[in-house]
């Protein structure tokens, strides 16, 4: 008597290669040291892509003792005599303008409005970088002495900056407040306008400023 045999599938069979678990068609799964170089891998990717970035933001400036010193090759140059002439049409106050020593220039300039509680007087503004790097920002305005140190401090409205002690640079005197952080900020009287001198320049370095702001000619308001 012939016995029939039924033909079998050969992926039923739990010893050929190509099953796991038992299941047919589906792949191993990746071993736990797999997984671990894999996640290394990851975590390696993001830490680099964070000191890329930490990096390009920090290429613009670095800290000293005596304050931030800013690259002078990551900032832009503005022409500081243009815009302040720019601004003497603009404003209600004479404008001066000072000579820059060799090795500084201007990084910015603005006009900002509303210094004083009442919302009137404006401040003409350059943003300077000296010959080492450090910031310094040069403010004139027909607001009150306070009024002009407690709007480039950033302190509210109404606030009163307690005046320090008194600089005499090139015939002038200047009161020192508070800035903005850490700060010192100069101002004077010149002509009925408020000078201010201000930054994380050296001493020094605000005494140079003082000294050609005294010295500034006024230009011409053209309207």
């Known amino acids: 008597m012939r016995v029939s045999q039924r033909p079998t599938d050969p992926s039923a069979d739990p010893h050929r290669p190509g099953r796991a678990g038992g299941q047919p068609g589906v792949p191993a799964a990746p071993s736990r040291g797999s997984r671990t170089l894999r996640d290394l891998g990851l975590s390696l990717a993001v830490l680099v892509g964070l000191v890329l970035v930490l990096t390009a933001l920090g290429r613009g400036c670095s800290f000293s003792p005596g304050g931030i010193s800013i690259d002078p090759h990551a900032v832009?140059?503005?022409?500081?005599?243009?815009?302040?002439?720019?601004?003497?049409?603009?404003?209600?106050?004479?404008?001066?303008?000072?000579?820059?020593?060799?090795?500084?220039?201007?990084?910015?300039a603005d006009v900002a409005s509303t210094v004083d509680a009442a919302g009137a007087p404006s401040a003409v503004r350059v943003g300077l970088l000296t010959a080492e790097g450090?910031?310094?920002?040069?403010?004139?305005?027909?607001?009150?002495?306070?009024d002009l140190a407690r709007f480039e401090a950033g302190l509210p409205p109404g606030a009163q900056p307690p005046a320090r002690e008194t600089v005499d640079v090139?015939?002038?005197?200047?009161?020192?407040?508070?800035?903005?952080?850490?700060?010192?900020?100069?101002?004077?009287?010149?002509?009925?306008v408020?000078?201010?001198?201000?930054?994380?320049?050296?001493?020094?370095?605000?005494?140079?400023?003082?000294?050609?702001?005294a010295a500034a000619p006024v230009l011409p308001a053209h309207r």
């Open 134 to 146: 450090r910031y310094l920002r040069f403010s004139q305005s027909s607001a009150s002495a306070a």
């Open 194 to 213: 408020r000078l201010l001198i201000t930054g994380s320049g050296t001493p020094d370095e605000f005494r140079v400023l003082a000294a050609a702001a």
């Open 170 to 192: 090139a015939g002038l005197r200047w009161t020192t407040y508070p800035g903005l952080r850490t700060e010192t900020a100069w101002v004077t009287d010149l002509g009925g």
């Open 76 to 108: 832009p140059t503005v022409d500081q005599a243009a815009e302040l002439r720019s601004a003497a049409s603009r404003v209600g106050f004479p404008v001066r303008e000072p000579r820059l020593p060799e090795g500084w220039r201007a990084n910015s």
